[in-house]
């Protein structure tokens, strides 16, 4: 049974904004160091951004720094990644995990983004 369930995608145009939520049946958040996920079309799934248990610390793959935001919302057992001047280079099917090291069997189904005009 996974363990977490990603929503929020969509299609947007180049330069638009979305926003993905994370939802746990556990809250991973406030205990473990958790991250966004994402792979592309033929590509491996790649880690694009961290967050902290306490939320203050966090990390992004250089190519999402300064558009994408990573935050967590412990009472909620959520996590999100508002995602700003998207790129089609930034379609992937994106998922939440245990980071750096994500847990297998608790993989979601994931929510499509897809960037095209």
């Known amino acids: 049974q996974a363990q977490f369930v990603e929503s929020g995608g969509g299609l947007v145009q180049p330069g638009g904004s979305l926003r993905l939520s994370c939802a746990a049946f556990e809250n991973f958040f406030s205990l473990l160091t958790m991250g966004w996920y994402r792979q592309a079309p033929g590509k491996e799934r790649e880690l694009v951004a961290t967050i902290s248990p306490d939320g203050g610390s966090t990390n992004y793959e250089d190519s999402v720094k300064d558009r994408f935001t990573i935050s967590t919302d412990n009472a909620k057992k959520a996590m999100y990644l508002q995602m700003n001047s998207l790129k089609p280079e930034d379609t992937a099917v994106y998922y939440c995990?245990?980071?750096?090291?994500?847990?297998?069997?608790?993989w979601g189904q994931g929510t499509q983004v897809t960037v095209s005009s």
């Open positions: 995990n245990v980071a750096p090291s994500p847990i297998l069997n608790a």
